[in-house]
Protein backbone atom coordinates (compact mmCIF):
# COMPACT_ATOMS: atom_id res chain seq x y z
CA UNK A 1 0.00 0.00 0.00
CA UNK A 2 2.70 2.31 0.71
CA UNK A 3 4.58 1.72 -2.02
CA UNK A 4 1.58 2.29 -4.24
CA UNK A 5 0.29 5.32 -2.33
CA UNK A 6 4.08 6.39 -2.84
CA UNK A 7 4.27 6.05 -7.08
CA UNK A 8 0.98 8.16 -6.91
CA UNK A 9 3.17 11.66 -6.15
CA UNK A 10 3.91 12.47 -9.48
CA UNK A 11 5.92 16.13 -8.25
CA UNK A 12 9.13 14.83 -7.78
CA UNK A 13 10.44 17.54 -5.37
CA UNK A 14 7.73 16.87 -2.97
CA UNK A 15 8.82 13.32 -3.08
CA UNK A 16 12.38 14.23 -2.89
CA UNK A 17 11.74 16.09 0.01
CA UNK A 18 9.33 13.49 1.98
CA UNK A 19 12.18 10.74 1.14
CA UNK A 20 14.67 13.04 2.92
CA UNK A 21 12.15 13.33 5.94
CA UNK A 22 11.75 9.41 6.31
CA UNK A 23 15.20 9.10 6.07
CA UNK A 24 15.66 11.69 8.86
CA UNK A 25 12.76 10.08 10.79
CA UNK A 26 14.16 6.52 10.36
CA UNK A 27 17.90 7.89 12.29
CA UNK A 28 15.62 9.61 14.58
CA UNK A 29 14.42 6.03 15.74
CA UNK A 30 17.44 4.58 16.03
CA UNK A 31 18.24 6.87 18.97
CA UNK A 32 19.39 3.97 21.34
CA UNK A 33 22.29 2.99 18.39
CA UNK A 34 23.93 6.37 18.58
CA UNK A 35 23.54 6.89 22.32
CA UNK A 36 25.40 2.93 22.88
CA UNK A 37 28.77 2.78 24.43
CA UNK A 38 31.93 3.27 21.77
CA UNK A 39 33.49 0.23 20.86
CA UNK A 40 35.49 1.31 18.14
CA UNK A 41 36.70 4.63 16.21
CA UNK A 42 34.83 2.77 13.26
CA UNK A 43 31.66 2.54 15.41
CA UNK A 44 31.90 6.53 16.70
CA UNK A 45 31.86 7.56 13.34
CA UNK A 46 28.77 5.19 12.21
CA UNK A 47 27.10 6.41 15.39
CA UNK A 48 27.60 10.03 14.29
CA UNK A 49 26.33 9.61 10.41
CA UNK A 50 22.93 8.12 12.13
CA UNK A 51 23.32 11.09 14.56
CA UNK A 52 23.08 13.70 12.10
CA UNK A 53 20.80 12.37 10.35
CA UNK A 54 18.83 12.11 13.12
CA UNK A 55 19.51 15.87 13.65
CA UNK A 56 18.31 17.08 10.34
CA UNK A 57 14.75 16.23 10.60
CA UNK A 58 14.38 19.97 12.25
CA UNK A 59 15.61 20.72 8.91
CA UNK A 60 14.17 18.38 6.78
CA UNK A 61 10.89 18.80 8.80
CA UNK A 62 10.82 22.55 7.49
CA UNK A 63 11.68 22.06 3.87
CA UNK A 64 8.63 19.64 3.94
CA UNK A 65 6.47 21.76 5.63
CA UNK A 66 6.55 24.90 3.24
CA UNK A 67 6.91 22.20 -0.14
CA UNK A 68 3.24 21.03 1.36
CA UNK A 69 1.70 23.99 2.76
CA UNK A 70 3.24 26.90 1.11
CA UNK A 71 3.02 25.35 -2.47
CA UNK A 72 7.06 26.38 -2.89
CA UNK A 73 8.25 23.60 -5.12
CA UNK A 74 11.89 24.84 -5.17
CA UNK A 75 12.98 26.23 -2.23
CA UNK A 76 15.92 28.88 -1.90
CA UNK A 77 19.68 28.06 -1.42
CA UNK A 78 19.77 30.04 1.89
CA UNK A 79 17.03 28.01 3.33
CA UNK A 80 19.29 24.86 3.84
CA UNK A 81 22.42 26.59 5.21
CA UNK A 82 22.05 27.36 8.26
CA UNK A 83 20.40 24.00 9.25
CA UNK A 84 23.30 22.55 7.54
CA UNK A 85 26.16 24.40 9.25
CA UNK A 86 24.49 24.17 12.79
CA UNK A 87 24.15 20.49 12.30
CA UNK A 88 28.26 20.40 11.22
CA UNK A 89 28.48 21.82 14.17
CA UNK A 90 26.42 19.83 16.48
CA UNK A 91 28.01 16.65 14.61
CA UNK A 92 31.45 17.83 15.32
CA UNK A 93 30.76 18.40 19.13
CA UNK A 94 29.06 14.92 19.37
CA UNK A 95 31.98 13.52 17.57
CA UNK A 96 34.80 15.08 19.88
CA UNK A 97 32.99 14.73 23.18
CA UNK A 98 32.66 10.76 23.24
CA UNK A 99 36.58 10.92 23.55
CA UNK A 100 37.47 13.37 26.03
CA UNK A 101 35.90 16.36 28.19
CA UNK A 102 34.39 18.33 25.45
CA UNK A 103 33.52 21.18 25.35
CA UNK A 104 35.77 22.61 28.42
CA UNK A 105 34.94 26.03 28.37
CA UNK A 106 31.94 28.44 28.49
CA UNK A 107 32.76 29.67 24.75
CA UNK A 108 33.06 26.24 23.43
CA UNK A 109 29.91 24.97 25.07
CA UNK A 110 27.87 28.39 23.60
CA UNK A 111 29.41 27.64 20.25
CA UNK A 112 29.30 23.90 20.16
CA UNK A 113 25.49 23.17 21.75
CA UNK A 114 23.91 26.25 22.49
CA UNK A 115 24.22 28.05 18.95
CA UNK A 116 23.00 24.84 16.92
CA UNK A 117 19.86 24.03 19.28
CA UNK A 118 18.89 28.24 18.66
CA UNK A 119 19.01 26.70 15.11
CA UNK A 120 17.11 24.42 15.61
CA UNK A 121 14.79 26.46 17.38
CA UNK A 122 14.21 28.76 14.45
CA UNK A 123 13.87 25.86 12.21
CA UNK A 124 10.70 25.00 14.35
CA UNK A 125 9.18 28.37 13.77
CA UNK A 126 9.41 28.23 10.32
CA UNK A 127 7.40 24.82 10.21
CA UNK A 128 5.00 26.62 12.67
CA UNK A 129 4.79 29.71 10.27
CA UNK A 130 4.35 27.29 7.60
CA UNK A 131 1.52 25.43 8.94
CA UNK A 132 -0.55 28.41 10.03
CA UNK A 133 -0.09 31.20 7.74
CA UNK A 134 -2.07 30.17 4.92
CA UNK A 135 -4.21 28.50 6.92
CA UNK A 136 -7.11 29.89 6.25
CA UNK A 137 -7.03 30.54 2.31
CA UNK A 138 -6.19 26.77 2.07
CA UNK A 139 -8.57 25.92 -0.70
CA UNK A 140 -7.41 21.84 -0.39
CA UNK A 141 -9.39 20.34 2.08
CA UNK A 142 -7.35 17.48 2.88
CA UNK A 143 -4.05 19.49 3.45
CA UNK A 144 -6.66 21.95 5.31
CA UNK A 145 -6.98 19.33 7.91
CA UNK A 146 -3.55 18.03 7.87
CA UNK A 147 -2.19 21.11 9.49
CA UNK A 148 -4.70 21.04 12.48
CA UNK A 149 -3.12 17.07 12.49
CA UNK A 150 0.48 18.18 12.22
CA UNK A 151 -0.09 21.10 14.95
CA UNK A 152 -1.27 18.58 17.26
CA UNK A 153 1.32 15.87 16.52
CA UNK A 154 3.90 18.31 16.87
CA UNK A 155 2.39 19.55 20.29
CA UNK A 156 1.86 16.14 21.74
CA UNK A 157 5.45 14.56 21.21
CA UNK A 158 6.67 18.46 22.28
CA UNK A 159 4.73 18.26 25.44
CA UNK A 160 6.14 14.58 25.98
CA UNK A 161 10.15 15.32 25.04
CA UNK A 162 10.14 18.54 26.68
CA UNK A 163 8.13 18.07 29.64
CA UNK A 164 8.35 14.78 30.70
CA UNK A 165 11.82 13.52 29.17
CA UNK A 166 13.83 16.57 30.00
CA UNK A 167 12.41 18.21 33.45
CA UNK A 168 10.42 15.34 34.93
CA UNK A 169 12.83 12.74 33.85
CA UNK A 170 16.04 14.29 35.30
CA UNK A 171 14.24 13.81 38.97
CA UNK A 172 11.93 10.40 38.46
CA UNK A 173 12.03 7.46 36.45
CA UNK A 174 9.79 7.43 34.38
CA UNK A 175 7.09 4.45 33.67
CA UNK A 176 8.11 4.37 30.23
CA UNK A 177 11.36 3.77 28.17
CA UNK A 178 11.41 6.73 26.04
CA UNK A 179 13.71 5.29 23.91
CA UNK A 180 11.22 2.73 23.00
CA UNK A 181 8.15 5.22 22.96
CA UNK A 182 9.70 7.46 20.09
CA UNK A 183 10.77 4.24 17.96
CA UNK A 184 6.76 3.79 18.07
CA UNK A 185 5.54 7.05 17.63
CA UNK A 186 8.17 7.62 14.76
CA UNK A 187 7.73 4.37 12.67
CA UNK A 188 3.84 4.96 13.35
CA UNK A 189 3.91 8.45 12.02
CA UNK A 190 6.18 7.33 9.10
CA UNK A 191 3.66 4.55 8.43
CA UNK A 192 0.27 6.75 8.88
CA UNK A 193 1.47 9.39 6.41
CA UNK A 194 3.16 6.79 3.97
CA UNK A 195 0.08 4.98 3.25
CA UNK A 196 -2.42 7.99 4.05
CA UNK A 197 -1.20 11.58 3.41
CA UNK A 198 1.57 10.95 0.54
CA UNK A 199 -1.14 11.54 -1.86
CA UNK A 200 -2.79 14.34 -0.32
CA UNK A 201 -3.77 16.08 -3.00
CA UNK A 202 -5.55 13.47 -4.85
CA UNK A 203 -7.85 13.15 -1.39
CA UNK A 204 -8.86 16.56 -2.30
CA UNK A 205 -9.87 15.20 -5.74
CA UNK A 206 -11.89 12.42 -3.52
CA UNK A 207 -13.59 15.51 -1.13
CA UNK A 208 -14.76 17.23 -3.91
CA UNK A 209 -16.73 13.98 -5.80
CA UNK A 210 -18.37 13.42 -2.87
CA UNK A 211 -19.70 17.31 -2.38
CA UNK A 212 -22.75 16.50 -3.70
CA UNK A 213 -23.79 12.76 -2.70
CA UNK A 214 -25.75 11.69 0.17
CA UNK A 215 -22.63 11.90 2.21
CA UNK A 216 -23.48 15.37 3.28
CA UNK A 217 -27.41 15.25 4.26
CA UNK A 218 -27.29 18.58 6.48
CA UNK A 219 -27.06 20.63 3.28
CA UNK A 220 -29.06 20.62 0.18
CA UNK A 221 -27.36 19.62 -3.23
CA UNK A 222 -25.30 22.03 -5.15
CA UNK A 223 -25.11 22.63 -9.07
CA UNK A 224 -21.56 23.47 -8.81
CA UNK A 225 -22.31 25.08 -12.64
CA UNK A 226 -25.07 27.39 -11.38
CA UNK A 227 -22.56 28.59 -8.24
CA UNK A 228 -19.87 29.30 -10.57
CA UNK A 229 -22.00 31.59 -13.01
CA UNK A 230 -22.97 33.60 -9.23
CA UNK A 231 -19.26 33.92 -8.25
CA UNK A 232 -18.00 35.02 -12.21
CA UNK A 233 -19.87 38.10 -12.24
CA UNK A 234 -18.98 38.78 -8.21
CA UNK A 235 -15.30 38.80 -9.33
CA UNK A 236 -15.48 40.46 -12.67
CA UNK A 237 -18.37 42.87 -12.55
CA UNK A 238 -18.74 43.67 -8.87
CA UNK A 239 -14.88 43.25 -8.49
CA UNK A 240 -15.46 42.34 -4.81
CA UNK A 241 -11.46 41.62 -4.65
CA UNK A 242 -10.97 45.21 -4.65
CA UNK A 243 -11.77 44.90 -0.79
CA UNK A 244 -8.86 44.19 1.26
CA UNK A 245 -10.47 42.45 3.87
CA UNK A 246 -12.24 39.50 1.35
CA UNK A 247 -12.11 36.37 3.13
CA UNK A 248 -13.45 32.82 2.48
CA UNK A 249 -15.85 33.26 4.87
CA UNK A 250 -17.12 36.29 4.11
CA UNK A 251 -17.23 35.49 -0.09
CA UNK A 252 -18.99 32.56 0.68
CA UNK A 253 -21.47 34.53 2.72
CA UNK A 254 -22.72 36.58 -0.37
CA UNK A 255 -23.04 32.89 -2.28
CA UNK A 256 -25.31 31.51 0.36
CA UNK A 257 -23.35 28.91 0.85
CA UNK A 258 -20.97 26.52 3.29
CA UNK A 259 -17.11 28.24 2.95
CA UNK A 260 -15.85 24.61 2.99
CA UNK A 261 -17.70 24.55 -0.24
CA UNK A 262 -16.58 27.23 -1.54
CA UNK A 263 -13.32 25.84 -1.08
CA UNK A 264 -14.51 22.99 -3.15
CA UNK A 265 -15.41 25.45 -6.22
CA UNK A 266 -12.57 27.13 -6.31
CA UNK A 267 -10.14 24.33 -6.28
CA UNK A 268 -12.21 21.85 -8.36
CA UNK A 269 -13.82 24.10 -11.04
CA UNK A 270 -10.94 26.85 -11.31
CA UNK A 271 -8.06 24.90 -9.93
CA UNK A 272 -7.01 27.33 -7.17
CA UNK A 273 -5.36 25.48 -4.61
CA UNK A 274 -4.60 28.82 -2.71
CA UNK A 275 -7.67 31.98 -1.95
CA UNK A 276 -4.61 34.47 -1.83
CA UNK A 277 -3.57 33.32 -4.99
CA UNK A 278 -6.88 33.41 -6.41
CA UNK A 279 -7.79 36.73 -5.15
CA UNK A 280 -4.22 38.12 -6.69
CA UNK A 281 -5.14 37.05 -9.83
CA UNK A 282 -7.88 39.06 -10.33
CA UNK A 283 -6.25 42.22 -8.79
CA UNK A 284 -2.79 41.77 -10.22
CA UNK A 285 -5.22 41.68 -13.83
CA UNK A 286 -6.98 44.71 -12.75
CA UNK A 287 -3.99 46.61 -12.03
CA UNK A 288 -2.82 45.77 -15.47
CA UNK A 289 -5.29 47.02 -17.12
CA UNK A 290 -5.13 50.57 -15.03
CA UNK A 291 -1.41 50.68 -15.63
CA UNK A 292 -2.10 50.28 -19.34
CA UNK A 293 -4.76 52.94 -18.99
CA UNK A 294 -3.55 56.57 -20.44
CA UNK A 295 -6.37 57.64 -18.22
CA UNK A 296 -4.71 56.39 -14.90
CA UNK A 297 -1.20 57.15 -16.22
CA UNK A 298 -0.51 59.78 -13.76
CA UNK A 299 -1.79 57.75 -10.48
CA UNK A 300 0.96 56.73 -7.97
CA UNK A 301 1.72 52.67 -7.98
CA UNK A 302 0.71 52.58 -4.57
CA UNK A 303 -2.46 54.27 -5.64
CA UNK A 304 -3.63 51.41 -7.73
CA UNK A 305 -2.14 48.38 -5.82
CA UNK A 306 -4.59 49.80 -3.19
CA UNK A 307 -6.87 50.53 -5.20
CA UNK A 308 -7.07 46.99 -6.28
CA UNK A 309 -7.12 45.48 -2.84
CA UNK A 310 -3.74 45.46 -1.73
CA UNK A 311 -2.72 46.82 1.67
CA UNK A 312 0.77 47.96 0.77
CA UNK A 313 2.82 47.91 -2.11
CA UNK A 314 5.45 45.27 -1.11
CA UNK A 315 3.10 42.20 -1.86
CA UNK A 316 1.90 43.84 -5.07
CA UNK A 317 5.29 44.42 -6.34
CA UNK A 318 5.95 40.72 -5.68
CA UNK A 319 2.72 39.71 -6.93
CA UNK A 320 2.64 41.52 -10.14
CA UNK A 321 6.63 40.45 -10.88
CA UNK A 322 5.74 36.70 -10.28
CA UNK A 323 2.88 36.67 -12.39
CA UNK A 324 3.87 38.71 -15.51
CA UNK A 325 6.98 38.54 -15.12
CA UNK A 326 7.65 42.64 -14.90
CA UNK A 327 7.61 44.91 -11.95
CA UNK A 328 4.84 47.31 -11.99
CA UNK A 329 6.90 50.41 -12.86
CA UNK A 330 8.26 48.70 -16.17
CA UNK A 331 5.16 47.39 -17.08
CA UNK A 332 4.01 51.18 -16.64
CA UNK A 333 7.05 51.81 -18.73
CA UNK A 334 6.95 49.31 -21.42
CA UNK A 335 3.28 50.37 -22.27
CA UNK A 336 4.48 53.90 -22.73
CA UNK A 337 6.87 52.68 -25.30
CA UNK A 338 4.38 50.95 -27.25
CA UNK A 339 1.99 53.75 -27.19
CA UNK A 340 4.92 56.01 -28.28
CA UNK A 341 6.02 53.41 -31.16
CA UNK A 342 2.08 53.07 -32.39
CA UNK A 343 1.87 56.81 -31.98
CA UNK A 344 -1.04 56.07 -29.87
CA UNK A 345 -1.86 58.90 -27.40
Known amino acids: MAILAWTRIADRSLRRYLSSWLLCLGCLAAAPFYRAEVLSP ?54 VSAAGNWPNSDGLILIFET ?16 IVRSLRVDLLRGRFRLRYLALLAGALIGVEMLLLENLVGIYTRLPYDPAG ?42 QWSAKL ?82 GSLAPFNRAFKERLGQTPSEYRAERRRERERSGTP
Open 115 to 130: LPQLIKLAYVVAIIVA
Open 229 to 310: EQLRPLMEEQAVYRDPGLSVDSLAARLQMPAYRLRQLINGELGYRNFNVFLNDHRIAAAARDLADTERDHLPILTIAMDVGF
Open 181 to 222: FHLLWQLGLALWLGLRMLDVNKQVDQDYALADSESLPSYPRI
Open 42 to 95: NWLWLQTLVYTGANLLVLSSTLLAWRLFEDQPRLPGWAFWPGLAGQLIDSYDFH
